[in-house]
């Protein structure tokens, strides 16, 4: 059974920088083709892919908050850490941690979220 | 980034409805479209990758369909427990990219 389980501050001030760890059971991240990374969604509003990283240690960034985000992973304690400098209001919001690996059909690899963690409220308040 | 185009924001529907959510992706993406589901409160479920295949376990009467730019997510016989936002996804390119959303109410 795949679990994943956000943890960090609920609030963090104004051009503090934010860390997220997300500590995950039932797979490994040096299976081929596994992904873990984080998306949230601020309060009413879409959701937003962030970061991901590969068992392959592929790491891959939103272009437009690629200058703020650090991701890494930690087999041995099977956890993958986000970080986000300057964080702003504007980026209150839930932080999903989320697992990712190939489907295939008709010889193509697709790669849906297909395991969430519950999500974590981060609110940026001085 | 490819821009996914959700409609309608938000139907009304009764319990035993069929309802459909289109997606409009900004350029050709194939087949390469997720659906999920989100209660509020919770985290989205996935529901169909690849444009139409069932996720394991989730209910035939959740359908996907759509090729190309255009993509729909179809539900049959409304059950109370269906009432939630979806969204759509692509997968096509980095960054992945969600729609906007669709809120089913009653």
């Known amino acids: 059974q795949i679990t994943l389980k956000e943890s960090g501050p609920t609030v963090v001030k104004p051009t503090q920088t934010l860390t997220l760890t997300c500590t995950f059971s039932g797979f490994s991240l040096i299976s081929s083709g596994v992904g873990v990374g984080w998306i949230r969604q601020p309060p009413g509003k879409a959701l937003e892919w962030l970061a991901f990283?590969?068992?392959?240690?592929?790491?891959r960034y939103s272009p437009s908050l690629k200058s703020r985000l650090t991701i890494t992973k930690d087999t041995s304690k099977d956890q993958v850490v986000l970080t986000m400098t300057n964080m702003d209001p504007v980026d209150t919001a839930t932080y999903f941690c989320v697992h990712s690996r190939p489907y295939h059909s008709d010889g193509n690899g697709y790669y849906p979220f297909d395991y969430w963690g519950q999500g974590t409220l981060v609110t940026v308040s001085s | 980034d490819i821009q996914m185009t959700q409609s309608p924001s938000s139907l009304s529907a009764s319990v035993g409805d069929t309802v459909t959510i289109t997606c409009r992706a900004s350029q050709s993406i194939s087949m390469y479209v997720n659906w999920y589901q989100q209660k509020p409160g919770k985290a989205p479920k996935l529901l169909i990758y690849a444009a139409t295949i069932l996720q394991s376990g989730v209910s035939s009467r959740f359908s996907g369909s759509g090729s190309g730019t255009d993509f729909t997510l179809t539900i049959s016989s409304l059950l109370a427990e269906d009432f939630a936002t979806y969204h759509c996804q692509q997968c096509y390119s980095t960054p992945p990219t969600f729609g906007g959303g669709t809120k089913v109410e009653i």
């Open positions: 990283i590969y068992w392959d240690d592929d790491e």
